[in-house]
């Protein structure tokens, strides 16, 4: 790393530290480290399975991980093998605000989350959670290609313009994933939080800012992205790379898939369900280009936020079949 990055690294890792905190390896439960071997089983027979629809960065990427098969890893070990990578992670607690965790990534740190999934969420973590963190993003920070573009879209997220409906976001998604991993939630207040939610998203559609747009794009991309061609697709995205259901759910032939444009800003994710329709680039390089596009128009260059993306020559309406 440049002189310059490490310098904005540790500026950026100084004011944010009260984001951040230790992992305390020593009180992982025996739970917690079952979690995490039956968690890692699943993955593995899911490349076993399906390992000619993931990506080779991934699968390159989770060798050189070097993952511990019985015990929850350490984040020392884990920056030890992230190392040459320009990259590092740091623990923090669940959700962090918005604005903290693209500063942190626009500066090559990712932030996971120190907490792993409870022995009922195996399938699918309703907060923040260790092994999606690890399993899903990190062995494709080990791509030069994913990685920068990783750094890139965080530092364009902080940059970008929020509106009071994030912040209203942030809040709403923080409130139902602290009830729905708290055994004993009861069943009212979930309800009343998920309808609190969809609220805020329904907001959103109407009223979106160039955060929101910016974090569609990258849950699109980074989350739930597939790369290729619709008869030779491959899945990056972490959402999908961590969990089995969503991964086959995505390359199962009646997924309906969509060309990858700035169309994507206008299209929320599902994350109670598995989603409708998954966006597929054609490379990292065009979800690089498709970023720029959406930069030259952001009201930090002179631009205004875009209401729609009319003319844009990546944009589609087509529904493309999924073909096996």
């Given at each position: 790393m440049d002189v310059d990055r490490e310098r904005r690294r540790t500026r950026v890792l100084e004011e944010l530290g009260i984001y951040c905190t230790t992992q305390e390896h020593d009180r992982y439960?025996?739970?917690?480290?079952?979690?995490?071997?039956?968690?890692?089983?699943?993955?593995?027979?899911?490349?076993?399975?399906?390992?000619?629809?993931?990506?080779?960065?991934?699968?390159?990427?989770?060798?050189?991980?070097?993952?511990?098969?019985?015990r929850v890893p350490r984040i020392e070990e884990l920056n030890e093998r992230l190392s040459g990578t320009g990259w590092r992670t740091v623990c923090?607690?669940?959700?962090?605000?918005?604005?903290?965790?693209?500063?942190?990534?626009?500066?090559?740190?990712?932030?996971?989350?120190?907490?792993?999934?409870?022995?009922?969420?195996?399938?699918y973590a309703p907060a923040p959670d260790l092994a999606h963190d690890v399993l899903g993003h990190l062995p494709m920070l080990f791509s030069t290609e994913h990685g920068?573009?990783?750094?890139?879209?965080?530092?364009?997220?902080?940059?970008a313009v929020p509106g009071v409906l994030d912040g209203e976001l942030y809040a709403a998604n923080r409130h139902l994933s602290?009830?729905?991993?708290?055994?004993?939630?009861?069943?009212?207040?979930?309800?009343?939080?998920?309808?609190?939610?969809?609220?805020?998203h329904d907001a959103l559609r109407r009223d979106a800012s160039e955060l929101t747009h910016l974090m569609r794009m990258y849950l699109w991309s980074i989350e739930f992205g597939l790369v290729g061609t619709p008869e030779e697709r491959f899945v990056v995205g972490a959402g999908l790379l961590s969990s089995p259901r969503e991964f086959r759910a995505a390359i199962d032939e009646s997924a309906e898939l969509v060309p990858y444009s700035l169309d994507v800003i206008h299209h929320d994710i599902e994350f109670s369900d598995l989603q409708h329709r998954y966006f597929l680039s054609r490379d990292f390089d065009h979800m690089e280009e498709v970023l720029a596009l959406y930069e030259s128009g952001m009201r930090h260059s002179g631009g205004g936020v875009r209401a729609s993306v009319a003319g844009d020559p990546g944009r589609s309406e087509l529904r493309m079949p999924h073909h096996a």
């Open positions: 439960t025996a739970s917690d480290h079952a979690v995490w071997q039956t968690v890692l089983a699943r993955n593995e027979e899911l490349i076993a399975r399906h390992g000619d629809a993931i990506h080779h960065a991934h699968l390159e990427g989770l060798d050189a991980l070097e993952l511990p098969r019985c923090v607690d669940g959700y962090i605000p918005t604005d903290a965790y693209v500063r942190l990534m626009s500066v090559g740190v990712f932030p996971v989350s120190r907490a792993v999934r409870r022995p009922e969420h195996i399938d920068d573009y990783h750094r890139r879209i965080g530092a364009a997220m902080s940059r602290a009830l729905k991993s708290t055994p004993g939630s009861a069943t009212i207040d979930v309800l009343a939080a998920e309808a609190s939610l969809r609220g805020v």
